[in-house]
């Protein structure tokens, strides 16, 4: 550790080169220059097989093909963006400090994450989350793996510094705030009833919230089974409900979503009603307005908008108005619909966890917000 501390003194930091520390997405306009080999091909995400056209035959180019295209389905197009935003993130700095990326050195990535920790990676900024840090690492050792350079996350230049920063920084998670059967309501009622988009928007708000889904979830399905090449699942439409065939982390499942109580309420109803206006048969079920609000276009939503939703229809609704407008947009997010079925919905937990896909009850409450935490009392049950 006596060799990072003073190697870490001898590189100062310079200001005026400093990149915005967003991601690629919002704008940054840094863009590193490829150095030591490294290909920047694919807004920064490399491809084990790089290169490898030139050495193959020609009736193996089509395989080539598609094995890239395999490469690329092996992960989400969000994770696939955040790590093309922390590379270029890490290898800007590398390149501000005069270090070189290649081979790569667990001395420099101790440095770096050090410097994040510190909010010295880039001028003027706040230090980085422990959570920001990780992902970074974690896009640092994929990165360097695809390149066929293994970086070894375990040496004490990288482990030791990362296990000090945890401890030093690491703060309990922030959970988003649940978006409750009343405040679900009160969104539904600001969202106007003659419009396609008012339509389509009732329509995902209640399939997300009683399917306990994910924003990449809702916004990946499809009207049926195989119809699109990104498609995440599909949905079967029942005299009782609908089942929702879905990829989720975990791989696949399916989600029951029964009828409600009113038609207003009803997830079913709402998505009928979509389908229907908005003449869609085949293909993504959420997809652009188009045509002054007349028209569903042929393409697909991002999940960003899930979240842009979710943020607009509780403003407009005036849920929690305790809280500032800046508030409510930090506290609601696409997974406050995932939050408020796992604490409204008053049925045996293991249905809860079953729809939501969680792995083990322990993360189901983690995102019940209204539970009896004391239902069960080992105070009284010792016998004190």
Known sequence: ?????????????????APSDSTAADGDNFAPQPS???SMHGAGLPSPLTGANAQLPAHLEQLADRARDYVEAASSANTRKA??????????????????????????????????????????????????????????????????????RKDRHIATVLAGIRNTHATPPRQKEAVLPEHLIAMLETLPRGTLR????RA????????????????????????????????????????????????????????GSSDATCPVVALQTWLNLARIAHGPLFRRVTGQGKDAGPDRLLDQEVARLV????????????????????????????????????????????????????MTRKYQRRRDRFRVNLTKASGL
């Open 83 to 152: 790590y093309a935003s922390d590379w270029k993130h890490f290898s800007g700095w590398c390149r501000r400090q005069g270090l070189e990326i290649l081979p790569p050195n667990p001395h420099t990535v101790g440095l770096y994450i050090t410097a994040c920790a510190s909010g010295a990676a880039i001028a003027d900024r706040k230090p980085s989350s422990v959570t920001t840090i990780e992902r970074r690492l974690s896009a640092i050792t994929w990165n360097y793996a695809q390149r066929g350079t293994p970086l070894d």
């Open 204 to 259: 995902m708000l209640l399939i997300g919230f009683a399917g306990g889904l994910r924003r990449s979830e809702i916004v990946g399905l499809d009207v049926g089974r195989d119809q699109t090449k990104d498609s995440r699942g599909w949905v079967d439409i029942l005299d009782q409900g609908i089942v929702v065939t879905v990829r989720g982390k975990r791989g696949w499942r399916e989600v029951e979503i029964g009828r």
């Open 36 to 38: 030591a080999g490294i």
């Open 311 to 362: 943020k607009k229809a509780a403003l407009a609704a005036g849920v929690r108005p305790d809280l500032t407008a800046d508030e409510r947009a930090e506290k609601f997010s696409g997974h406050s619909l995932r939050a408020g079925l796992a604490s409204s919905a008053e049925v045996d937990e293991r249905y809860v966890q079953k729809q939501l896909g969680h792995a083990s009850a322990e």
């Open 198 to 201: 008012g339509l389509r928007d």
């Open 1 to 17: 550790m006596t060799q990072i501390i003073e190697q870490n003194s001898e590189i100062p930091v310079e200001a005026s080169s």
